[in-house]
């Protein structure tokens, strides 16, 4: 069993910078791809990017590309996603998801994790 917990989220003006961070406790970390996903309210849950087992591939969605940053730190058991340019649209709650074995490119097109974290609210005020 992966237990995910996620922090870092907060209230922020459009422009600036947030880094939420998810930390995994359980199972064999390393052996994970893991992904971050979003949910506004009254929308579906979507892919937001996604980082490989060893951290050597790297996926995003369009609309976060050149402003969102995903890594991992195998050794601390977690991964982050660092936010600039941050977007009164990118408001949502942020989950990280794990998945074993998969690609990184993979965790944007299946709806089968083996792991969800309970999730942190990211606002960006205009």
């Known amino acids: 069993q992966v237990q995910l917990v996620e922090s870092g989220g907060g209230l922020v003006q459009a422009g600036a910078s947030l880094s939420v961070s998810c930390a995994a406790s359980?199972?064999?970390?390393?052996?994970?791809?893991m992904g971050w996903f979003r949910q506004a309210p009254g929308k579906e849950r979507e892919f937001v990017a996604a980082?490989?087992?060893?951290?050597?591939?790297?996926y995003y969605a369009d609309s976060v590309k050149g402003r969102f940053t995903i890594s991992r730190d195998n050794a601390k058991r977690t991964v982050y996603l660092q936010m600039n340019s941050l977007k009164p649209e990118d408001t949502a709650v942020y989950y990280c998801?794990?998945?074993?074995?998969?690609?990184?490119?993979?965790?944007?097109?299946?709806?089968?994790?083996?792991?969800w974290g309970q999730g942190t609210q990211v606002t960006v005020s205009s």
């Open positions: 359980g199972g064999t970390f390393s052996m994970y791809t």
């Open positions: 998801a794990a998945r074993f074995l998969s690609t990184a490119q993979a965790m944007a097109n299946t709806r089968e994790f083996d792991y």
């Open positions: 980082i490989s087992s060893s951290g050597g591939s790297t």
